[in-house]
């Protein structure tokens, strides 16, 4: 028979992890929505995504699932931020804008003159 009792100090490390782990969500689900990276800066993300992958190997190290489990999602979701933050973030137009066939900086074109 499948044992599912799980020690307390386990139990705590999941439900705390849970909120932990999902805090880079609304950066991540906000670009999806607008589609756009205005206003976000990656580099927190970045950052916490990169030593989530030191908390890991502590967990594997100190065998604590909810360590391993929690961290390894958020290394997920914060390298998903990154990632949608440089996808934005390259196909946003830049500075240039199409006015009747042109670029704005050549200035609207005018019909020839009849």
């Keep these: 028979m499948l044992n599912m009792s799980m020690p307390l100090h386990e139990l705590i490390g999941f439900v705390a992890g849970f909120g932990t782990t999902f805090a880079a969500m609304p ?3 906000s670009m999806l929505k607008r589609r756009s990276c205005v206003g976000m800066n990656p580099t927190m993300a970045a950052i916490m995504g990169t030593f989530q992958i030191v908390w890991v190997y ?4 100190v065998e604590s699932r909810p360590v391993i489990v929690w961290n390894t999602i958020a290394v997920g ?6 990632g ?11 500075n240039a804008q199409v006015v ?3 670029h704005s900086s050549e200035g609207p074109r005018s019909s020839p003159p009849r």
């Design 27 to 29: 950066d991540l689900i």
């Design 58 to 61: 502590y967990g594997v190290l």
């Design 77 to 82: 979701i914060n390298f998903l931020v990154v």
């Design 84 to 94: 949608a933050y440089v996808y934005f973030s390259c196909s946003r137009p830049r």
């Design 100 to 102: 009747n066939g042109s």
